[in-house]
Structures are given as structure tokens and as C-alpha cells.
């Protein structure tokens, strides 16, 4: 089983600042099947990136994935409002998919 | 627009089952599995496995097996979970969730509790 590992567990910004998670798998991921979820409270997870780097349909290009192999990055180039929230990363490309433990960015 | 629309939350004892249904809508089912994903409160994401709409096969984390059914109706449209032997903490919110994951149901709270 694939265990994901994120950091930092909270990272307190401000609007406007840019945000950078990490997520580092215990091995390699395959074909980089590695996605990132927003979620907040009372709300289903929302995908914003696929395959470590192709946003999802509808997500704003402030947001970005890179990364391959075992160390991915999401990145808010510029945190609004609506942003803060708590991220999650998963591999899905080996079973049993797996979720990282998350990321909450909360406003500073 | 696609849509998947689960069942209202339980409330069950120790030792009972659960079956959650996940409807589906705007998209053609039998083109895409259907993943099972819960929550527990204040934690985070857990994978339950998944059923191709297609051909009903199934893959399920091994922590569940024996315990979980994953079956879909294909003249309705309709993916279920069935949970078996449930304990305490097994009480989350259970999520369907399509294919690559883009389209999640609302949720469903399964409430274990003597």
C-alpha cells in the first residue's frame, strides 16, 4: 500500500499570498496518477487536479500541480477568499487508492 | 449536467448492515465505475473500493473485504454500498464518487450507535 505524507498539516496565509503543499508518496506513484481535492466543511471533496498536473474541468488556473514520482506540489499562485479550505492528495494508481492526511490552509 | 444523488442518513446498532444507494444521472452509467470513499468525523479521506458499471467487477480495499457489497443496477442507474457487521467506527459520511473521482455525491451519514 502507497502511504502519502503532506505537509505542512496547516499553513496560515493571507488572501492574496501564494501557497505551496507537498505530498510525498512512501513509493513511486504510477504514471503519476496523483490528484488533488479541496474540501470544505460540510461539503463533498472537489477535484482541481488530475494526473498531477491537468487541472479539472472548471478549476481557475491559479491553481497548479507539478511533481513526478514520489514528491508532487500544489501550488495557489494567488489565495482568494474562497480558498481557504483543506487539501487532499490521493494516488490512484495502484490499489487500494490512498488520501494523504490533508492540508488545511487557514487565513493568518 | 452529471449528478449522483445518495440516499438520507441511518442510524444503526452494532452488528447491522447498511446499504447506501448512489443514483446517477447525465452521463451514460455503464461508461464509468463508481468509487465508495468515507469520512469519519474530523478525519480524512479513506477508499473503500470500486464496481464498474459495466461488468459489475469489483476491487476493494482489503480492510473491508468480507464486510462490503458493491453492486449496480444498470436499468436504473442506481450504484449501492452495503456494509456489513458495522461498528462504531464505521460511523462516517460515505461518499459515491465517479470513475476518476470529478462528480461526488452529497454524502451520506451512517450513524452506528447502540
Redesign the interface.
Known amino acids: 500500500e502507497i502511504v502519502l505524507s503532506q505537509s505542512p498539516g496547516t499553513l496560515s496565509l493571507s488572501p492574496g499570498e501564494r501557497a505551496t503543499l507537498s505530498c510525498r508518496a512512501s513509493q513511486s506513484v504510477r504514471s503519476n496518477y496523483l490528484a488533488w481535492y479541496q474540501q470544505k466543511p460540510g461539503q463533498a471533496p472537489r477535484l482541481l487536479i488530475y494526473g498531477a498536473s491537468s487541472r479539472a474541468t472548471g478549476i481557475p488556473d491559479s491553481f497548479s500541480g507539478s511533481g513526478s514520482g514520489t514528491d508532487f506540489t500544489l501550488t495557489i499562485s494567488r489565495l482568494e477568499p474562497e480558498d481557504f479550505a483543506v487539501y487532499y492528495c490521493q494516488q490512484y494508481g495502484s490499489s487500494p487508492y490512498t488520501f494523504g492526511p490533508g492540508t488545511k490552509v487557514d487565513i493568518k | 449536467q452529471v449528478q449522483l444523488v445518495q440516499s438520507g442518513a441511518e442510524v444503526k446498532k452494532p452488528g447491522a448492515s447498511v446499504k447506501v444507494s448512489c443514483k446517477a444521472s447525465g452521463y451514460t452509467f455503464t461508461n464509468y465505475a463508481i ?1 465508495w ?1 468515507r469520512q469519519a468525523p474530523g478525519q ?4 473503500m473500493g470500486w464496481i464498474s458499471a459495466y461488468n459489475g467487477n469489483t ?1 476493494h ?2 480492510k473491508f473485504q468480507g464486510r462490503v457489497l458493491m453492486t449496480t443496477d444498470t436499468s436504473t442507474s442506481i450504484a449501492y454500498m452495503e456494509l456489513r457487521s458495522l461498528r462504531s467506527d464505521d460511523t462516517a459520511v460515505y ?1 459515491c ?1 465517479r470513475d ?3 462528480y ?4 451520506t451519514l451512517v450513524t452506528v450507535s447502540s
Not at chain 2, 44 to 47: D, K, S
Open positions: 468509487n470513499v480524512g479521506l479513506e477508499w476491487n480495499a482489503q461518499y464518487t476518476r473521482f470529478d461526488w455525491g452529497q454524502g
